[in-house]
């Protein structure tokens, strides 16, 4: 079972015998939801360093692997959505 691990905001894989506790934030938002794919974009987002952000090539390689269609902008459109917000809310 993968969980978002409510510290780091990282997706983490337990086993069977492994869940720790946990909730489920049920709840859709429409067009502020946020997916699965874009979580994972933003995570590997924001462990790139600084000077690799801003290189459209990297990112565009990024995007069409999760298989997303968002600009350089996207990382910044994500964090403002309500669902987004929640997210990190909740974790907190």
């Known amino acids: 079972m993968r969980l978002l691990d409510a510290t780091t905001l990282e ?9 720790p506790p946990y ?5 859709t938002w429409g067009d502020e939801e946020v997916t699965y794919q874009e979580m994972r974009f933003l995570q590997q987002f924001d462990a790139l ?5 801003h ?3 990297l990112i565009a390689a990024m995007e069409a692997a999760a298989g997303l269609k968002v ?3 996207s ?10 917000r929640k997210i ?3 974790a907190k």
């Open 11 to 19: 997706f983490r894989t337990f086993t069977d015998d492994q869940f």
């Open 23 to 27: 909730v489920i934030l049920s709840h």
């Open 49 to 53: 360093p600084d000077n690799l952000k």
């Open 55 to 57: 290189n459209t090539a």
């Open 71 to 73: 600009s350089l902008r």
């Open 75 to 84: 990382s910044e459109i994500v964090k403002h959505r309500s669902g987004y």
């Open 88 to 90: 990190v809310k909740t």
